[in-house]
C-alpha cells in the first residue's frame, strides 16, 4: 500500500523533528534580537531581495501597523488569503520562504511567548524590514543592552541564587 493514501491520523508528528524547529527558531530569534541591539536598523539589509519585499509589503498592506501587530488581525480569513498570496510571490525568490518563524508581535517588546507570533519567512521579512526601514526597531537599542536572550536568562538566574 502505498503510504501517501493512507489516512493522515496515522502519522504522527516526530518529536525530535518538532524539538529541532524550536531550537532553530529561538536560535535565529536570538540572533536577530543581537543584530536589533547593535546596528542602525534603517540600513540593515535581510535579504538580497529587501527592496522587492518591501514595495510589494506597502504595495499590498499600506495601512497595517508594524509597531504592533495583533496575530488575529494577520490570521483571520481575510487577511490570511491576502497574506498567502503576498507569499507565495516569493515562492521562487526567497529561500525558505515558507519556513515557520517567530517574529515579535510588538516591537516594544523581546522575544517572548506573550510577545511572540509564528508566521512564515517571507512574511517576517516584509514586516521587519519595514520595521527597519521605517525606524522603528531602532528603538529596540534604546531599551535593550545587547546582550543574548540565554545571556541575560543566566544573568537573572545567578541574581536569583545570590539573593
Given amino acids: 500500500m502505498d503510504v501517501l493514501t493512507r489516512p493522515a491520523e496515522e502519522f504522527g508528528n516526530d518529536e525530535t523533528l518538532e ?18 541591539c547593535s546596528v542602525d536598523t534603517r540600513w540593515l539589509r535581510l535579504t538580497p531581495h529587501d527592496d522587492l519585499i518591501y514595495s510589494h509589503f506597502r504595495q499590498d498592506f499600506p495601512d497595517l501597523n508594524i509597531s504592533y501587530i495583533k496575530e ?15 507569499c507565495e510571490k516569493f515562492k521562487n525568490i ?18 517572548s511567548e506573550q510577545n511572540t507570533i509564528l508566521v512564515p519567512r517571507v512574511q517576517f521579512y516584509a514586516v521587519e524590514i519595514a520595521r527597519n526601514r521605517e525606524g522603528i526597531n ?22 536569583e541564587i545570590v539573593a
Fill in 138 to 159: 531602532n528603538e529596540v537599542k534604546k531599551r535593550y543592552k545587547c546582550a543574548s536572550k540565554a545571556h541575560m536568562e543566566a544573568q537573572n538566574n545567578a541574581r
Fill in 72 to 86: 488575529d488581525e494577520i490570521k483571520n480569513n481575510v487577511n490570511k488569503a491576502k497574506w498567502r498570496m503576498f
Fill in 19 to 36: 524539538h529541532l524547529w524550536a531550537a532553530r527558531a529561538m536560535e535565529h530569534s536570538d540572533i536577530y534580537f543581537n543584530v536589533l
Fill in 94 to 111: 526567497v529561500e525558505d520562504y515558507s519556513f515557520g518563524t517567530l517574529m515579535r508581535a510588538d516591537t516594544k517588546g523581546d522575544y
